[in-house]
């Protein structure tokens, strides 16, 4: 948010430097808190806290400014206080030295929370209690530091500073050369209802010098937005609950929204943010994002309507024994040939066996039809199921078994491959015989004491190895056959 498109009204003073840094943006105003042109030879305690050395270093009002004046090593400062809210503070500093080049010797630092003698120098600037001044310092007729450097060539500098919240904007400019702007932007720490200070720091840094500081023209204006253009100030309409501000932000919350509406993206009128902290939205999935509006948008899927997404279904309890991210029962709703017995579980969670020649010749559908095993692989429970899916509808299809796996291709009368081999036994019969029906599919309830070989029935045993497999009609494009994949069990 641009904050500069009236700085007119607060800085006449400064004219020929608006052109380059005045910006479009939010509705904006500056009211003017007070200036300080240094003319009346008296600093005013109600404005400035003046912090000298004992001895070579002062600061006085004198010649229509601020005169900061140190030696050997010594320090003096003024602290320009009763800084509060969104402000832009602005001035112009004339550094001087008197038997020596200009080193680093000044700065113009913004500081929230600081006492005066709350600070000290250090190699890389002035810091203070555990938080960071932002701002400018002068090195020979250079500015730099947190807002870079100004092309060499002139020793005035205009300077201006507009907080925000805890952000500082920050532009310098050559007095003889506008152009020669600098600006930056920065954050600094400020804690809610503490007040900011701008600190002037003049300290020599070679003995037998005297290094001067001028500071003049002063202003200081407090910044009001009004974002939604009713001729209020954000901060009054919010004060006065005309407008709402849910965060805090010192920002109605309406121009936010109109600004971004994702950021309400359930249309309630309330930043989704202060939906989700309240407890009137749930975000299960932790990504910043009411859940409705997760299912709404497609980047969260609700298979079961539950108004919860179902990757919180799922991490809550709801089954998803494949981890496909698709509760069970969504998937079992719109596909009952995924749990063919019927008990709420997937079919291929519950298989038992290995499946091999797998995947199996496609047949006139298009795709292979698949075998699965289910129960038990236990002789004494002779509890086998066998399922069959993907079959061409209403075809007709038997099982075979045998204890011995292979791979015959091709097979007569057929466009599939037979994996039970050696000698297979076939269940054909009365009843055993099954129709794929419309779903093409079925499922066979296998007897584990009657399994068919060429010589009879026989039961299988514990450690005996059988191989199942089922041979169906086709019709691809004329009458043929076709198997499943097979699975085979060890027997416990």
């Known amino acids: 948010m641009k904050i500069f498109a009236s700085l007119a009204a607060c800085s006449p003073l400064l004219l020929p430097v608006l052109a380059l840094i005045a910006g479009a943006g939010s509705a904006s105003a500056q009211t003017l808190l007070f200036e300080d042109d240094f003319e009346d030879g008296v600093i005013d305690p109600n404005l400035w806290e003046i912090y000298s050395a004992t001895g070579v270093s002062s600061a006085e009002e004198t010649g229509g400014r601020l005169v900061l004046r140190n030696r050997a090593w010594l320090m003096s400062a003024a602290h320009l206080t009763g800084l509060d809210g969104d402000l832009m503070v602005e001035g112009e500093i004339f550094p001087q030295t008197v038997g020596g080049s200009l080193s680093d010797s000044w700065k113009v630092w913004l500081f929230a929370n600081q006492s005066p003698g709350a600070f000290a120098e250090n190699t890389d600037g002035l810091r203070a209690s555990g938080f960071t001044g932002l701002g400018i310092r002068g090195e020979g007729n250079v500015v730099a530091d947190d807002v870079g450097a100004l092309p060499p060539g002139g020793s005035s500098f205009g300077f201006r500073v507009t907080t925000s919240g805890g952000v500082a904007t920050w532009e310098v400019w050559n007095l003889a050369d506008p152009s020669e702007l600098v600006s930056c932007t920065t954050t600094y720490t400020k804690l809610d209802g503490a007040g900011e200070r701008l600190i002037l720091y003049n300290r020599e840094r070679w003995a037998g010098f005297d290094y001067v500081l001028y500071l003049d023209n002063v202003r200081v204006c407090r910044v009001t937005t009004d974002c939604n253009g009713n001729g209020v100030p954000d901060d009054q309409d919010i004060a006065s609950g005309a407008s709402a501000d849910c965060d805090g932000d010192g ?19 309330i930043l989704d943010s202060c939906d989700l902290l309240a407890g009137t939205e749930l975000d299960c999935n932790g990504n910043g994002i009411p859940d409705p509006c997760d299912v709404a948008a497609g980047t969260s899927l609700d298979c079961n309507g539950n108004g919860v997404p179902d990757e919180c279904d799922i991490a809550s309890g709801t089954s998803d024994c494949d981890g496909d991210g698709v509760p069970d029962a969504c998937q079992i709703t719109g596909d009952a040939t995924l749990d063919l017995n019927a008990n709420g579980v997937l079919d291929s969670c519950e298989a038992i066996g290995t499946n091999y020649c797998s995947p199996a010749i496609a047949n006139s559908t298009g795709a292979p039809a698949a075998i699965l095993a289910l129960g038990s692989e236990v002789v004494a429970s002779n509890d086998l199921t066998m399922t069959v899916s993907g079959l061409p509808p209403n075809t007709f299809a038997m099982f075979v078994t045998s204890q011995t796996q292979g791979y015959a291709f091709p097979v007569p009368g057929s466009q599939g491959a037979l994996c039970v081999t050696g000698f297979p036994g076939r269940f054909n019969r009365p009843g ?13 309830p296998v007897d584990l004491t ?27 494009p004329t009458v043929t056959s076709n198997f499943t994949d097979a699975v085979g069990i060890t027997f416990q």
């Open 251 to 269: 920002l109605p919350d309406e121009c936010q929204i109109a600004e971004d509406p994702s950021l309400d993206c359930d249309g309630n009128g």
């Open 450 to 476: 009657s399994l068919p070989t060429p010589i009879g029935f026989t039961a299988a045993q514990p450690g005996d190895t059988w191989n199942f497999q089922a041979w169906y009609r086709d019709a691809n």
């Open 432 to 444: 055993q015989i099954q129709s794929s029906g419309s779903s093409g599919s079925l499922v066979f």
